[in-house]
């Protein structure tokens, strides 16, 4: 009570005493603290009772005001005794030992503000980053403690002086070696310490003994100072120059990041404001494009092993029973916006929770990687690629439980959808895929476990399994990664050895004429189409106002087939009797025609910076001898496609909507094998139109043993757009829907084939 008292009075003598110079007036408040631990013998009373936090506050604000009044970058007076005179050092020293109690809080308060506030730059001189980076020793040392808002709040903002000057980093990259032999050398906080003098200074007060303070203020100071001589030595260098800067080119092996470690520190607290902040403070120092300090940042701090074990151990937290379905259909996940409430949630699930926290948690490891420099980036997601993909994924994604294999998927399907890093989406890439480029054999196919487990499931006999299975393929199909394609499909078509080559000769007039490759059989004349009628097919006059002009540079016969003809072939493939959307209105070829344009438009602008050719490789120079597989992933989607009478509806669409996805993308050779009806196919191969083709022959002999085709089938497929209500169950239900599926996967071919052409027609 009376030290409030006191306090106030002095208030009081201050407001009415006549304003003295600012440099006095300064250095008064700094010995008015000071003359506190002299003459004090009570050191446990709270720094809140005593007049330090009005002292160090008045003394902040006069240097506010000696910058304010002068010029820019100009040192006032003031300034020049808090650097001279060392006085962060000595407020560091006692906020340290917490005499009085409180006094940490007052000095990360004071260096907080002063950064702040202070617009010249102060990190560059020695006697402010020195202190400094002691200082950030002292931060999250214990976690929950009183001061942890205070020390957040202090490493936040060196983070940010640092993102203004990036080069200043290189001044808390600390030399281990040094910093283990300096340590333990106490000394004694002496009187002529907080006085900021010499012992022969002749300020009144000085001694020319070094007296200790009394009581508890007797603080050891064991920080890691240098020896007297170094200090001189380096105050010396200081004074010549405050913006030399250690060599940032020579990188030591035994270094310390402390404001790092601090940080992951106070990413475990309890609160979790705190550990935001502590996660923003990371995202800007790992931004840092100094290269020094992005490799002691991922070699000398636990900062891998942080992100990498908390992504395990959450992942390992997520209940066994989560369901799939919650797990693709839950909100999209910020990490800085972690806030869920059980009780608030509507749509809540067992394991929610913890499912929200996993995801949460890999969205910040996904955007620490996206935003930091390079080689931390790299080595960030080579350390989630190892410690988590591997150690703690693949084993989940290559067990034998059912329910665990769907569990694991929809996870891996999950973080998929969700990164959005280029540096860990190929680490995620080559975990799935691995690193293979040459075209793949039947003997080898198991060379990458995982993908080869993976494409199994695709065609496992839980239909669960493999809709979520090729979920994960369709949108790993629609990241920019130029691996993924060329991994699970190009590759195997880069000699086109699924083609015939005849030569073409000048007796060859058909080519010429139709634009056909010579030996190509016309549809038309197909046994299976005989019985199409005329107007199921697209007259050429239809085209005219759709197909692109001839032009010289763009004739008719430039070796691409007619795009009439190729949408015709894929539209009259299903027979008449088994088509039944001309019945509903508004289910048309037509309606895909919008969507393929976007789709094709999005894919094109993914695949521009890989350089993709504009045309086939010549046939002269393929290597046609060469045995062909279409590769692992495209012979179970072929397979698939072929029992699309007989696989539930959820099944085909999922098949189908690979398929469509693998057709848009805008390379010659896949556009050739998967959408060009007229490719010659070499003895033993199959193409997505032949695969259409058998399915076709099949159904023609299938609809005949039917009775009530074409009624049973309109039936269902207004019962599927929900034009009917639901009735007595169908016979023949599956084969129905799959012919359904059949006919709109055909006039989706049609569109992407006529959409790709007009692109590619388009000068």
């Excluded at 880069?494 to 004429?513: A, G, S």
């Excluded at 539930?648 to 189908?656: E, F, I, R, S």
Aim: aromatic share 8%.
């Amino acid at each position: 009570m009376f030290s409030k008292f006191t306090s106030i009075l002095q208030h009081a003598v201050e407001a009415l005493a006549p304003s003295l110079p600012l440099q006095e007036d300064f250095v008064y408040h700094w010995k008015a603290i000071t003359h506190y631990y002299i003459e004090t013998s009570d050191d446990k009373a709270p720094v809140t009772d005593t007049n330090i936090p009005s002292h160090l506050e008045q003394m902040l604000d006069i240097l506010v005001q000696e910058e304010n009044e002068r010029e820019s970058g100009e040192t006032g007076p003031c300034m020049e005794y808090l650097l001279h005179h060392k006085i962060l050092e000595t407020l560091y020293t006692l906020g340290k030992a917490d005499c009085p109690p409180g006094m940490k809080q007052q000095v990360l308060v004071f260096y907080t503000k002063l950064l702040g506030r202070i617009r010249q730059p102060l990190l560059p001189h020695i006697n402010v980053h020195r202190p400094v980076q002691k200082l950030i020793r002292l931060c999250g040392e214990v976690l929950a403690t009183p001061t942890e808002n205070e020390e957040i709040q202090f490493l936040c903002i060196v983070c940010a002086k640092l993102k203004q000057d990036p080069y200043l980093v290189n001044f808390f990259l600390e030399n281990k070696l040094k910093s283990l032999a300096s340590k333990g050398t106490p000394s004694i906080i002496s009187e002529d310490t907080l006085k900021g003098q010499d012992p022969s200074s002749t300020d009144v007060g000085a001694s020319g003994q070094p007296e200790a303070l009394g009581g508890a203020s007797a603080v050891e100071h064991t920080e890691d100072e240098p020896s007297h001589h170094m200090d001189d030595l380096s105050t010396s260098l200081d004074d010549l120059t405050v913006t030399s800067l250690p060599e940032a080119s020579v990188i030591r092996p035994n270094q310390d990041y402390n404001l790092v470690n601090s940080l992951l520190n106070l990413t475990r607290s309890p609160d979790g404001r705190i550990a935001v902040k502590a996660c923003e403070g990371l995202m800007l120092l790992v931004s840092l494009p100094e290269p020094a300090a992005a490799k002691c940042l991922t070699q000398s701090t636990c900062l891998c092993e942080l992100l990498t074990d908390r992504l395990a151990s959450l992942y390992k937290a997520l209940p066994p029973s989560v369901d799939p379905l919650d797990i693709e259909t839950v909100e999209a996940i910020n990490w800085g916006l972690d806030s869920y409430s059980h009780k608030e949630d509507a749509s809540a699930f067992p394991g929610k929770r913890a499912l929200i926290s996993f995801l949460s948690w890999f969205d910040y490891c996904d955007q620490l990687i996206k935003e930091a420099q390079k080689t931390a980036a790299v080595a960030l997601a080579k350390a989630v690629h190892e410690r988590f993909f591997i150690g703690v994924m693949e084993p989940q994604l290559m067990q034998t439980s059912e329910m665990g294999i769907l569990t694991s998927t929809a996870l891996l399907h999950r973080i998929v959808r969700q990164v959005t890093s280029d540096v860990l989406l190929q680490e995620m890439v080559v975990f799935i895929l691995g690193e293979q480029r040459e075209p793949e054999t039947l003997a080898e196919l198991s060379r990458h476990p995982l993908r080869h487990r993976l494409i199994e499931h695709c065609d496992h006999i839980s239909d669960e399994i493999s809709i979520m299975t090729l979920r994960m393929f369709e949108h790993l199909l629609q990241k920019p990664n130029e691996h993924i394609l060329y991994n699970l499909v190009l590759r195997n078509l880069e000699e086109r050895n699924y083609t015939e080559y005849k030569p073409l000769c000048p007796e060859d007039k058909d080519v010429v004429e139709n634009g056909l490759i010579a030996g190509a059989v016309d549809l038309e004349e197909d046994p299976l189409f005989t019985d199409i009628s005329p107007d199921n097919t697209l007259s050429n006059q239809e085209w005219l106002s759709s197909s692109p002009p001839t032009s010289p540079d763009h004739p008719k016969n430039d070796g691409k087939t007619e795009v009439h003809k190729i949408v015709n072939s894929f539209l009259c493939l299903v027979p008449d009797e088994a088509k039944s959307s001309y019945h509903v209105e508004g289910t048309g070829y037509d309606t895909y025609l919008r969507d393929a344009h976007r789709q094709f438009r999005d894919y094109c602008a993914i695949c521009l910076k890989w350089e993709w050719p504009g045309s086939p490789k010549a046939l002269e120079k393929c290597h046609l001898e060469a045995a062909f597989f279409e590769g692992h992933f495209l012979k179970v989607l072929f397979d698939r496609m072929g029992r699309i009478l007989d696989q539930p509806y959820d099944v085909n669409l999922q098949v189908t909507s690979v398929l469509s996805r693998l057709s848009l993308f805008p390379h010659p050779h896949t556009h050739e094998y998967l959408l060009d009806p007229y490719v010659n196919l070499a003895s033993g191969c199959r193409s997505l139109f032949s695969v259409i083709v058998r399915v076709v022959g099949d159904l023609m002999v299938r609809i005949q043993r039917i009775q009530d085709f074409t009624p049973k089938l309109l039936l269902v497929r207004k019962r599927l757009l929900g034009l009917e209500p639901e009735g007595p169950v169908i016979d023949h239900i599956t084969l129905l829907e799959g012919v359904i599926v059949l006919e709109e996967f055909c006039k989706e071919l049609a569109a992407i084939a006529f959409v790709k052409y007009h692109a590619s027609s388009t000068p």
